[in-house]
């Protein structure tokens, strides 16, 4: 039994130390992150070719981007844009961070041009430390 449940710790540790990486760009992605960890998500491809874009979670905008620069992030400094990588991440990951996120994508002429949605799902036990 208690080998069993040895067996079980360790291979939490493997899976949810470290980053998690996850594609964001498909419509309807879904990603995992671990509970005290970190979560890379890839929203966009080239940042550059999208003149404004915003990522918000049911109505609170978290992330709003002109012309690649980062223009309001409401969110405290877990939150991490790149855009010149079009990745976001966000450490210390919490239950809170759980959720339906959209990605928001607009042309030119302000329209919206895409829409994606990302289910953010944080699991597991902080059974350690990221340092
Ligand atoms: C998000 O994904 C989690 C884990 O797969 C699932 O349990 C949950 O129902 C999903 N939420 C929605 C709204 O699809």
């Known amino acids: 039994m208690i080998r069993v449940e040895g067996f079980y710790i360790s291979l ?3 899976s949810f130390a470290g980053e998690t990486l996850c594609d964001g760009r498909k419509d309807g992605a879904v990603c995992y992150g671990a509970l005290g960890g970190t979560v890379v998500l890839q929203l966009v491809d080239d940042a550059s070719e999208i003149p ?9 905008i978290i992330l709003k981007v002109r012309n690649s620069v980062v223009i309001s992030n409401k969110v405290d400094e877990r ?4 855009p010149s990588t079009g990745t976001l991440m966000i450490n210390n990951l919490n239950r809170k961070d759980s959720g339906i996120y959209t990605l928001v994508l ?4 302000q329209k919206i041009s895409e829409q994606r949605t990302l289910n953010l799902s944080i699991q597991g036990k902080q059974l350690f430390f990221n340092k």
């Open 12 to 14: 939490c540790f493997v």
């Open 79 to 82: 939150f991490v844009f790149t």
């Open 106 to 109: 607009f042309d030119k002429d």
């Open 52 to 60: 404004r874009y915003e990522w918000k979670k049911e109505k609170a």
